[in-house]
């Protein structure tokens, strides 16, 4: 199974990766980090979490506003992606720290319904 990461977003020297954990969906599979040792233990809510702060910094950076000004519609993004990951998609992102394809095409999704912008 391929995986590609949500949102090149890498924060605080890898620490945080998401695939929308993170917030955006990349645009190809190529050069990714290797897999977060992180990822390992986290639980389905502290996967929510990741995907909620990537999704604060990429979304403020897109719109050109604060995180502040995006909190809602992330948190929106984050709950629903991981609420409708399968538990094959949690243990996928578990071992690489990463969404798999199926779970970023969630996170796509929840992109969309909750008024987020798309990365180019």
Known sequence: MK??????????????????????????????????????????????????????VTQSQLMGTTREAVHTPCSCYAKGTVNAMTKDEIQAFRETGYFNDSARAKGYDFIDRCKLRRPS
């Open 3 to 56: 995986m590609r990461r949500i949102g090149a977003v890498v924060l605080a020297g890898g620490l945080l990766m998401m695939a929308a954990v993170s917030a955006q969906a990349a645009s190809g599979t190529s050069a990714l980090p290797p897999p977060d040792p992180t990822a390992k233990n986290l639980t389905p809510y502290m996967i929510q979490l990741r995907a909620f702060d990537a999704c604060l």
